[in-house]
C-alpha cells in the first residue's frame, strides 16, 4: 500500500523567511496530493493541492511543486508570518483518484517574530 | 453551509468498555472517512463510507468498526477498548467517494480517553 514520508518532523524559521517541507510517496498510482494546516486545538484544513498532471500549483505565499519521477511532492511557504505556526501534513492518494488519502506524520513550523 | 459536527467532542472510557462516535457531514457530501490522530503517527485511515457502504479500510483491528446511515451520517464503534486506543478520532466527508475526486472537510474530532 501506499507510504508518505515527511520531512523535516519540526522547522523553526525566523517570519519573512521561507519554508519547505518535502514529502515522498510510494504508489506510483497516487495521482492527488494535497496539503493541509492544523492549529493547535483546531481541524486540519486544505490550504493547497495539486494533481499528477500539473508540476506546480502556486496560491499567494504558498507554492506546492511535484516531481512524479521521483515521486516526491513539496510545500513552500515564503514570507512567513506567525500565524503560519502550525502542523503541516501532507497526503497522497492510495491506489489512484478512487483511494483513501494516506498522510505523511506532519511537519510543526514554528514562525519567530 | 454547516461543516462537519462530531460529536461528543470529549469522551472517557474505562478499558474493556465500548464507545460509539457521531459524525455529521456537511450538507450533500455522501462520503464519510475516519482517521485517528496520534502524537508522532499523524493521521492514519481507519475507513471510508459512501452510500452506506464501507469503500475503503485501514489497517486498524477489528474492535474498529462503522456505519452510515441513508442521510449519510456515520457512527464508529470501538470495543473491548485498549490504552492504545486514546486518541483523537477525526471525521471526514467529501462531495465523492475516493479522495482524489474531491477534497475532504474535516471536523474538529472527537478526544477519546481510555483508562
Known amino acids: 500500500g501506499e507510504n508518505v514520508e515527511q520531512h523535516p518532523s519540526t522547522l523553526s524559521v525566523q517570519e519573512g523567511d521561507s519554508a519547505v517541507i518535502k514529502c515522498t510517496y510510494s504508489?506510483?498510482?497516487?495521482?492527488?496530493f494535497p496539503w493541509y494546516k492544523q492549529e493547535l486545538g483546531k481541524r486540519p484544513q486544505l490550504i493547497i493541492d495539486?494533481?499528477?498532471?500539473?508540476g506546480e500549483k502556486k496560491d499567494q505565499r504558498i507554492a506546492v511543486t511535484l516531481n512524479k519521477t521521483a515521486k516526491h511532492f513539496s510545500l513552500h511557504i515564503t514570507e512567513t508570518q506567525p500565524e503560519d505556526s502550525a502542523v503541516y501534513f501532507c497526503?497522497?492518494?492510495?491506489?489512484?483518484?478512487?483511494?483513501?488519502?494516506?498522510f505523511g506524520k506532519g511537519t510543526k513550523l514554528s514562525v519567530k517574530p | 453551509k454547516a461543516g462537519v459536527t462530531q460529536t461528543p467532542r470529549y469522551l472517557i472510557k474505562t478499558r474493556g468498555q465500548q464507545v460509539t462516535l457521531s459524525c455529521s457531514p456537511i450538507?450533500?457530501?455522501?462520503?464519510v472517512s475516519w482517521y485517528q490522530q496520534t502524537p508522532g503517527q499523524g493521521l492514519q485511515f481507519l475507513f471510508e463510507?459512501?452510500?452506506?457502504?464501507?469503500?475503503n479500510k485501514g489497517n486498524f483491528p477489528g474492535r474498529f468498526s462503522g456505519r452510515q446511515s441513508s442521510n449519510s451520517r456515520s457512527e464508529m464503534n470501538v470495543s473491548t477498548l485498549e490504552l492504545g486506543d486514546s486518541a483523537l478520532y477525526l471525521c471526514?466527508?467529501?462531495?465523492?467517494?475516493?479522495?482524489?475526486?474531491?477534497?475532504?472537510?474535516f471536523g474538529n474530532g472527537t478526544r477519546l480517553t481510555v483508562t
Open positions: 471526514a466527508s467529501s462531495l465523492a467517494t475516493g479522495s482524489g475526486n474531491s477534497p475532504l472537510h
Open positions: 504508489d506510483s498510482a497516487s495521482n492527488y
Open positions: 495539486i494533481r499528477s498532471n500539473v
Open positions: 497526503a497522497a492518494t492510495s491506489g489512484g483518484s478512487q483511494g483513501n488519502l494516506i
Open positions: 450538507s450533500g457530501h455522501r462520503s
Open positions: 463510507y459512501f452510500s452506506e457502504t464501507q469503500r
